[in-house]
């Protein structure tokens, strides 16, 4: 699996990304996505999860501002970030799971090319 992220940049706080996952090697349907972010130094942590279902979950504090959707004619998966604030730098990636418990396990290896998000205040 191949998994290319991208959209990243600096914005100022109360601004707008869309960040893009491209996805080779992996059914976007047949799999749960998560984003996560890593700031330097820190674990990286699941912000949004979308399941096989098409149900969401997204970590406290970004809840009502991001949104994980996907596009299998694309085969990418996308992170829409509103309202950002400066708490939201970092690195941000992807990856796919088996289910929404999957991709809380920690002992994934295969992460791809993150995408650096910057906020300023």
């Known amino acids: 699996v191949q998994l290319q992220a991208s959209g990243g940049g600096l914005v100022q706080a109360g601004g707008s990304l869309t960040l893009s996952c491209v996805v080779s090697g992996a059914s976007i349907s047949e799999n749960a996505w998560g984003w996560y972010r890593q700031i330097a130094g820190k674990r990286r942590d699941l912000v949004a999860a979308l399941t096989q279902e098409g149900s969401t979950t997204y970590r406290d504090g970004v809840k009502g501002r991001f949104n994980i959707s996907t596009d299998n004619t694309r085969n990418t998966v996308y992170l829409q970030m509103n309202s950002l604030k400066p708490e939201d730098t970092a690195v941000y990636y992807c990856?796919?799971?088996?289910?929404?418990?999957?991709?809380?396990?920690?002992?994934?290896?295969?992460w791809g090319q993150g995408t650096q998000v910057t906020v300023s205040s």
């Open positions: 990856r796919p799971g088996g289910s929404y418990f999957s991709l809380l396990l920690t002992d994934y290896t295969n």
